[in-house]
């Protein structure tokens, strides 16, 4: 069995993610820097449920997808108080999540005889991935 962790292709997104982001920055404030690519539709900042405190990402949704993408493109790295920004398409990151996921099943359902066949170096590693994600998975059952 060959272990694959290719990713499945999604459409164009409007929606950015944005990280990196100070905390002392205002709504208004990365809305006008975002705003720089295009007509910025909405934002989304993240707070922390316990303390309410701002966890320095946010979505950015466009009115168009070129937009999201001229976002993307310029101001990925744009420096905000002394901070550069981190900005990505939401899809990418959905897609990362989506190989894991692919990849992390693939491990879990390979046999016993399928590790052993495995060269040395990634039957170990097989194997302690294994273990991890059989503690996650026990933790998630709590």
Not at 2 to 18: E, F, G, H, I
Not at 90 to 105: I, S
Not at 120 to 137: A, G, K, T, Y
Request: charged share 20%; net charge neutral; proline share 3%.
């Amino acid at each position: 069995m060959v272990l694959s962790s290719s990713l499945v292709t999604l459409t164009a997104t409007n929606v950015m993610l944005v990280g990196n982001i100070p905390i002392e920055a205002t709504e208004e404030g990365l809305i006008g820097i975002m705003k720089i690519a295009g007509p910025v539709v909405s934002i989304r900042r993240m707070f922390d449920q316990d303390s309410g405190a701002f966890k320095g990402i946010a979505h950015c949704e466009y009115a168009t997808v070129a937009s999201a993408q001229l976002a993307e493109r310029n101001l990925n790295g744009h420096i905000l108080m002394a901070r550069n920004l981190r900005v990505m398409a939401l899809k990418d990151l959905h897609e990362q999540e989506h190989a894991r996921a692919v990849f992390h099943a693939q491990v879990l359902a390979l046999t016993h005889d399928q590790i052993k066949a495995l060269p040395e170096p990634e039957r170990l590693s097989v194997l302690e991935l294994r273990d991890v994600l059989h503690c996650d998975l026990l933790k998630a059952k709590k």
